[in-house]
C-alpha cells in the first residue's frame, strides 16, 4: 500500500452511492488510494442493506479504494481503523466522542459518521478489493433529517451550536468547511495505515507490523470504551425481532477485530457480524 490515499480523487454533483459507483468500475478498483467524493448521494447505502441519508450540502460522504493484500476475513479491522481515523480528526471540533462496534462514530451518543467497507474481487489479484466508505454529518441540524432520524443522528455543526441551546449560530458556518474536513480525514485514515499497518495474522513479518495491529485494537477499545460495557449482540434482524440476542459484558477483541463478549455463565462468545446493543446495568 504504498501510494498515498487521495494520490487521486474523483469529484461527483451527485450520485446513488459513492461505493455504488466504484463497484460498477473495476478498472478504478486497481488504483490503491483513489478517492470517489459526492457532494450529494441519493441512494447512499449502510450496513445490512440499510439506508444512509444524505441531505445536500451538510455531509461528506466518500469512498477509497485500498489494496491490503490481506484474506477477507482479516478485512474487518479496516472498519475499526476508519473509525479510530474519523475519531482523532473529530477531536478538533466536538467532545464526547465514542466509536461503536462495528462502523458507528457517535458525538453524545448520537450517530454522527457510518462506515461502510465492501470487498471485491477483481482479475489478476490474488486478495480482495477494499471499498471504504465514509459518510459523517458535519453541517446543519437535526430537524434536517427525516423525522424518524432525528433522535438517532448528529451533525459537526448541531454539536457545535449545542452550547447555544441547539439554535444554529449563523457565524459558525464559515468556521466549518467541508473541503476542510475532508482533506484532514485523508490525511488522518493515510497515517492510520502507516501507523498500524495490519499485515496478515498469519505472516511471518517482524514484530514491528504486528504491534501495529494491537496498538489498533487497543486505541479502538479506549475510544469506544468497550470493556465491561454490558451488551446484548444479535445475529441479524430475525433474531434482533425476536429479542433472542446473547448478553454478557465486552472483554475485548480478535485479532480480526471481532467483539469478544462474555456471558453471564462465563462463556466468551465471539461476535463477527450483526447489531450490538447497550444494556443498563
Ligand atoms: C452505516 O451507517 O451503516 C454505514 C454508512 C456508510 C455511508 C457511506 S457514505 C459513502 C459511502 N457510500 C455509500 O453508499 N455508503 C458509504
Not at 484474506?71 to 474487518?76: A, D, K, M, R
Not at 477499545?221 to 434482524?237: I, K
Request: contains cysteine; positive net charge.
Amino acid at each position: 500500500m504504498s501510494e498515498k490515499i487521495g494520490n487521486q480523487i474523483i469529484r461527483l454533483k451527485e450520485i446513488d452511492s459513492t461505493n455504488s459507483y466504484l463497484k460498477a468500475r473495476k478498472n478504478l478498483l486497481r488504483r490503491h488510494g483513489l478517492v470517489v467524493i459526492a457532494e450529494m448521494q441519493n441512494s447512499g447505502r449502510g450496513r445490512a442493506g440499510r439506508k444512509f441519508t444524505s441531505v445536500i450540502g451538510s455531509n461528506l460522504t466518500f469512498s477509497v479504494v485500498l489494496h491490503p493484500n490481506l484474506p477477507v476475513q482479516e478485512i474487518q479491522i479496516f472498519t475499526l481503523l476508519a473509525g479510530v481515523a474519523v475519531a482523532r480528526v473529530l477531536e478538533n471540533y466536538v467532545n464526547n466522542i465514542r466509536l461503536k462496534w462495528p462502523n458507528d462514530v457517535l458525538v453524545n451518543e448520537k450517530k454522527i459518521c457510518g462506515i461502510l467497507l465492501e470487498t471485491i474481487t477483481i482479475p489478476d489479484k490474488s486478495f480482495p478489493v477494499l471499498i471504504m466508505g465514509i459518510g459523517l454529518n458535519t453541517k446543519g441540524h437535526i430537524n434536517d433529517y427525516p423525522g424518524e432520524l432525528q433522535n438517532i443522528v448528529t451533525t459537526i455543526e448541531y454539536e457545535l451550536s449545542s452550547i447555544s441551546n441547539k439554535t444554529l449560530k449563523t457565524q459558525m458556518a464559515p468556521v466549518l468547511k467541508n473541503e476542510k474536513i475532508f482533506q484532514q480525514l485523508l490525511l488522518e485514515l493515510d497515517s492510520c495505515v502507516e501507523e498500524f499497518n495490519p499485515v496478515s495474522i498469519n505472516s511471518k513479518i517482524n514484530e514491528k507490523y504486528h504491534s501495529g495491529r494491537t496498538s489498533l485494537l487497543q486505541e479502538w477499545l479506549l475510544r469506544a470504551n468497550a470493556l465491561g460495557r454490558n451488551v446484548c449482540s444479535f445475529y441479524n434482524e430475525a433474531e434482533r425481532s425476536k429479542d433472542s440476542g446473547i448478553i454478557g459484558k465486552i472483554v475485548g477483541l480478535t485479532r480480526e477485530g471481532y467483539l469478544q463478549i462474555r456471558t453471564d455463565s462465563g462463556q466468551i462468545q465471539t461476535h463477527v457480524s450483526g447489531d450490538i446493543i447497550d444494556m443498563k446495568g
